[in-house]
């Protein structure tokens, strides 16, 4: 079930590891997918995306991989910054239909 | 570019109260959304608009949240009358001419908090 209340999943790493975001979407049908990044008192930013005839899309330091048989998405961040800190949200559309967002994780970097 | 520009960044007003929220598209966008965010809810989707014409408007919660775009380059939600659940982070996003493969672009949103 969807995660529910006050308290988002936290990722805490070190400056230069790598980080991974996970994600699990809910429609089957869906067949486009996008990671943003909020950082504190932002709106949410456009970091990559990928259609679903894809399983694998690189970016600038980051990486998408996406599962269909799961319904799995995750982001890969290398070698992760302090400005890296935010909340990643994955999001999903089902056609052409309008863009469902996901809970959110946390991403905390110290240096 | 200017990106999505909202306004007020900042709105704390009395239960009862009438309150709007502005929105300007990027120029060239065909569609404009607003979500409200919260952390028990997270990101909702209130309604969006494509051509000036409001598509979907089934987020909205109640008849007190209405919204308009009177043009491509000016949005207003406005909320009569406020309630304190309504005090939420509200956006408004962008995108192209199909959402499909056109990532939304978002403002840095208004804060709104009702007494």
């Known amino acids: 079930g969807e995660s529910v209340g006050l308290h988002l999943p936290t990722l805490s790493v070190q400056e230069g590891d790598n980080s991974i975001i996970n994600c699990a979407y809910s429609?089957?049908?869906?067949?486009?997918f996008i990671w943003y990044k909020q950082e504190s008192g932002k709106g949410p930013q456009f970091i990559i995306d990928i259609r679903s005839n894809m399983d694998k899309r690189q970016g600038q330091r980051v990486t998408v991989l996406l599962n269909k048989t799961v319904k799995h998405l995750s982001l890969q961040i290398a070698a992760t910054q302090p400005g890296d800190s935010a909340v990643y949200f994955c999001?999903?559309?089902?056609?052409?239909?309008?863009?469902?967002f996901g809970k959110g994780t946390m991403l905390l970097v110290s240096p | 570019d200017a990106g999505v520009i909202q306004s007020p960044r900042h709105e704390v007003t009395e239960m009862g109260q009438e309150v709007t929220l502005r929105c300007k598209p990027i120029s060239g966008h065909d569609y404009l959304f607003w979500y409200r965010q919260t952390m028990m809810r997270g990101l909702e989707l209130l309604i969006y608009f494509n051509n000036n014409v409001p598509i979907d408007d089934s987020g909205m919660p109640e008849d007190r949240f209405s919204a308009k775009m009177p043009n491509a380059s000016f949005s207003t939600l406005k909320i009569q009358p406020s309630e304190p659940r309504d005090s939420a982070v509200y956006f408004c996003?962008?995108?192209?001419?199909?959402?499909?493969?056109?990532?939304?672009?978002f403002g840095n949103g208004t804060r709104l908090t009702v007494t």
């Open positions: 999001a999903e559309i089902p056609g052409y239909s309008t863009l469902t």
């Open positions: 996003a962008s995108s192209k001419r199909a959402s499909f493969n056109s990532p939304l672009h």
């Open positions: 429609n089957s049908a869906s067949d486009y």
